[in-house]
């Protein structure tokens, strides 16, 4: 027996639920296919639940745009669904004074992209915010937060739920058939769906995704694995909130980091190490088909070549506590090896193109079987409702192409 609606959403993730649910506010029939026997399993559920301000984006990017209006609409969501967040701000700390420069352009970016409680700090600023950091100067960025993700996504099911929408798990995507007028998706368990369109949000498959349903990305997903430590109970009060160092500008990793979760305990990090596998956790995980894809990839090559030095620099951070430690002095100097316990990890789905190049936007691809989001990196979760917004924007306009009654969803 074949299930029918008019869109199906792969990716059971934030992104997905959050293009579902804009999708079914607008009138669409949807079903949502999720591999995993629960929603937000992997970056939803193994990211810090910041939400981001905006801060660091180019300004007109997609990044930017959704971020900024996703933030809000994620505090007015929250409200209205009784789900836990912290506006709490954040502290973006420069170190030295080379780094004023950088600071100084990131203050810049965060104007350009409207953001309103921006304050430039000097030395003795920070320290009456936060007296265990040290820097030279800072940003304090307070439309920062912190949520807990997965109760956003479990409160978009049941949003979506009111509205008429459907979540199936256990249910990863097999094949993927047809096009134009009908897209035909068959799981691993043998199920069936049919659709008019299909919306790709599967984060670290979507690069394989894409390609059942017949489109070329042009990147590949490489995963990064992030390993946090959490701070004893004790000593958690080094850090008031979320303390930041100002970003290499060449990559798109926001560097080892202090936050304070909706929950109150303190995490440090993450480092940003390559993973061997898409979607297990431990840090022996290895998957030949996935550590065979990423070497076989020559844009991960190239990217070697640029930044072998820095990845040398992340891997010896995720294996020697004393070097965690080192990197996290930069910010709170008192910080000691036993103040901290081994933490959760992260991975993070990375697209890098053939060039070698990490892809620092949103990127979207779309093909005659429906709309693929191939890079959905931090702030994705931040900007969710509004990449769902964007997402069901092209989808209804298709459908309203292709003759349905639907009307189209402005663009963001």
Not at 48 to 76: D, F, N
Not at 80 to 85: F, G, H, K, R
Request: proline share 5%.
């Amino acid at each position: 027996m074949t299930a029918a609606a008019e869109v199906v959403v792969v990716g059971g993730g934030i992104v997905g639920l959050a293009t579902a649910h804009a999708l079914a506010e607008l009138g669409a029939d949807v079903i949502v296919l999720e591999a995993e026997p629960t929603v937000a399993a992997h970056q939803t559920g193994h990211n810090s639940g910041v939400i981001h301000s905006g801060l660091y984006y180019k300004p007109g990017s997609l990044k930017a745009r959704t971020c900024v209006a996703g933030r809000e609409a994620l505090y007015a969501f929250c409200a209205e669904w009784e789900v836990p967040v912290r506006r709490c701000g954040k502290l973006v700390v420069a170190t030295h004074e080379a780094q004023l420069p950088r600071l100084t352009m990131l203050e810049e970016r965060g104007r350009a992209n409207g953001l309103q409680g921006l304050t430039r700090l000097a030395e003795a600023d920070i320290r009456h915010l936060e007296p265990e950091v040290r820097g030279v100067a800072g940003l304090w960025v307070a439309d920062t937060g912190v949520v807990d993700f997965v109760r956003v996504a479990e409160a978009l099911v049941a949003r979506l739920q009111t509205r008429g929408g459907a979540v199936r798990t256990d249910a990863r995507v097999a094949t993927i058939t047809g096009g134009g007028r009908e897209v035909q998706v068959t799981t691993a368990r043998g199920a069936r769906f049919a659709a008019r369109l299909l919306v790709n949000c599967a984060g670290l498959q979507s690069d394989r995704v894409a390609r059942l349903a017949g489109a070329d990305p042009g990147v590949a997903i490489i995963p990064f694995r992030g390993d946090y430590y959490t701070l004893r109970p004790e000593r958690a009060s080094l850090v008031r909130n979320l303390v930041y160092p100002v970003p290499d500008p060449e990559l798109p990793f926001l560097g080892v980091h202090f936050t304070r979760r909706i929950d109150g305990r303190v995490e440090a990090g993450p480092n940003a190490i390559l993973a061997l596998h898409r979607e297990r956790y431990s840090r022996w995980a290895l998957s030949a088909r996935d550590a065979g894809a990423t070497l076989a990839f020559p844009g991960f090559w190239r990217m070697a070549r640029r930044f072998w030095s820095l990845g040398l620099g992340e891997l010896g951070r995720s294996w020697s506590k004393a070097l965690f430690v080192r990197a996290l002095r930069q910010l709170v100097p008192t910080i000691r090896g036993a103040d901290l316990r081994p933490g959760g990890c992260g991975i993070r789905a990375q697209a890098v193109d053939r060039s070698g190049r990490l892809l620092d936007d949103f990127h979207i691809v779309e093909n005659e079987a429906g709309v693929h989001l191939l890079n959905a990196p931090s702030p994705a979760a931040t900007a969710s409702l509004s990449i769902g917004s964007q997402l069901a924007g092209r989808v209804l306009e298709r459908l309203g192409a292709s003759g349905g009654a639907l009307t189209s969803a402005p663009r963001v």
